[in-house]
């Protein structure tokens, strides 16, 4: 079982950066593959960004690739997702989640077992 607490999120203006983590609590984090999700007011929780558990491949929803970078630091059990020319539709709670390692990443939230309890981003225009 693992822990997850999210920070880093806050107030940022329009083509600004932030750069989230996520603590992992316990000695098997190693073994978890990560994802980053987000909800809006009013909307479904989605797929941002995943990383496998090795930090060798990641995988990005469109409407962030080339902007967003996930990372992770095993041996600090952390896993981070920076963020840079944010955009109004940026703006949203964002949760790290996880689940058992795989070749496959997973993209939907209910093939993730474990979910941080969310850090809000508000992107200004």
């Known amino acids: 079982q693992v822990q997850l607490v999210e920070s880093g999120g806050g107030l940022v203006q329009a083509g600004g950066s932030l750069r989230l983590s996520c603590a992992a609590s316990g000695r098997t984090f190693s073994m978890y593959n990560m994802g980053w999700f987000r909800q809006a007011p009013g909307k479904e929780r989605e797929f941002v960004a995943a990383i496998r558990s090795s930090g060798t491949t990641t995988s990005y929803a469109d409407s962030v690739k080339g902007r967003f970078t996930i990372s992770r630091d095993n041996a600090k059990n952390s896993a981070y997702l920076q963020m840079d020319s944010l955009n109004a539709e940026d703006t949203a709670v964002y949760y790290c989640?996880?689940?058992?390692?795989?070749?496959?990443?997973?993209?939907?939230?209910?093939?993730?077992?474990?979910w941080g309890q969310g850090t809000q981003v508000t992107v200004s225009s």
């Open positions: 989640a996880a689940h058992a390692g795989g070749f496959v990443l997973r993209t939907t939230p209910k093939q993730y077992n474990y």
